[in-house]
């Protein structure tokens, strides 16, 4: 902001990597944990807002549906990159109950895309051990979508390697909505008093309910967008939130080790000390 | 003499700034204005910390730039201002500093009823947001009081938010919309006629996401449209997480107590130039 900004990012940019390489050196898990970084500080919940896709297509002169498939590419990659660094759960925000809005020929393209994506990306998913969910209101969705994402959840159930989840036709508020109905239920059929309904209970009733790890450690959006977008809103509560300025498309493995150190290097106190 | 001269130059350069800012608000109100600015207080103790002050100096410095930038707020034309003044996770400190915070708020609360106070001065209603039942019996009598005391006001609002999480929020609105619910679902089987009753326990049986949004303590204000934390930390510490769902996130590398004017307008003018992604989403929506 002021005229020292630029010297000191540049200082503060070679501090760190000087920091890097000392802790490359000294990282006695070199291997596997890569450029400094210290496993019992890894985030254990990854979620991923994959921003960007047309803007990138449109750099390009491209159509915006070739955007997509090159967004597909890289969520493969970091999915299984993620996996490899032993993150326990990866969520990836793929269609917002908002999105429905775009024009006709992108959301049916999308539709496509998901199916395909389910028929063969999955696959490759689950060789890696992946264990894969949707979430969102699959209600919604095109039959044949449907009946693919039961298929595809039921073949992976027994895999014990990271859990993946894709939000398709998702959004922070409906979560929390459709928590509120099933709570609102147990209540008139007698089953839970209102005064007994707390935090709990909603950790008990989300879509991401029944994992170990269900709220994200470090969210990253990529496209520098500076919003949530109704993305796992009661879960992002206490969530390190990393901004950064690339398209989805462009944003690579050595960007994903990038965006882990910075989240190694963050203070957490959760409110007290 | 010369205290004389010192006092009028005093008064001048305090003219002369503040002619320049409402100068600078005028060009900025060219584009639009956030009707709704939310600040996350991060960074006193590590202010306190930085300039070895005690711990407690650091919540009073902060008291200080709160009042500014509630100032220069409502000068721009923001009509709602909410604050993250004390967590539910902040009673989880030690309790010599949760003691402290909380006699400053009562003094602090106190202070806004007085003639001169900034409520008085520039119309705000006053709103204290959060589980208020968890706070100390005099804090809670003071704060209803001071609601009470400035309700007439509207040209602004402040909600201030204590004894808060957004977590919280959320659960006290289920329970709620669930008691709401339930009320209406029995009173329709009181009446005579069965078969309209059984229509509309199936219909009210639903809980819809406005009922939820109604039961919000926050429901007394719009979504905000920017969130500012300071101190770089960046995260939401359970605050707004319902409201914040496509609000601008800021967060400046400056201490709570640091925050100026600047970033003020640099936050304005980043949600000027995403304005006209909102407005067609919101006109869509």
Known sequence: MGSNGPIIACFSGLASLLKLRLAATSNADGGKYPGGLKRELMPKHVAIIMDGNRRWAKNRGLPVQLGHKAGEEVMKRIAIKCSQLGVKVLTVFAFSTENWLRPQEEVGFLMKLFEQVIQTDFNELTRHDMQISIIGDKSRLPKSLQSLIT?????????????????????????????TKKIASKVRDGILSAQDIDEGSFDQHLETSQIDFPNPDLLIRTSGELRLSNFMLWQLAYTELLFVQKLF???????????????????RRYGGV | MENSMDRFAGRLFGSTVSYIRRFLFRVLSVGPIPNHIAFILDGNRRYAKKWNLGEGMGHRAGFLALMSIMKYCYELGVKYVTIYAFSIDNFKRRPEEVQYVMDMMLEKIEGLLKEES????????????????????????AAEKAMKAASNNSRSVILICVAYTSTDEIV????????????????????????IIEEKREGSNVIKLADIERHMYMGVAPDPDILVRTSGETRLSNFLLWQTSNCLLYSPRALWPEIGLRHLVWAVLNFQRIYPYLEKRRKNI
């Open chain 1, 249 to 267: 498309p462009e944003f690579n493995e050595g960007d994903l080790l990038e965006a882990f150190r910075s989240f190694q290097q963050r203070q």
């Open chain 2, 118 to 141: 900034i409520v008085n001065q520039y119309g705000v209603r006053v709103y204290f947001v959060g589980n208020l039942k968890l706070l100390n019996e005099n804090v809670r009598m």
């Open chain 1, 151 to 179: 298929t595809a959840e039921e073949s992976s159930k027994s895999n014990k390697g990271m859990r993946l989840f894709v939000a398709l036709n998702y959004s922070g508020r409906y979560d929390i909505t459709q928590a």
């Open chain 2, 172 to 195: 006290h609105a289920a329970q709620e919309s669930c008691e709401e619910k339930w009320t209406e679902i029995q009173s329709l089987t009181d009446a005579r006629n069965c078969e």
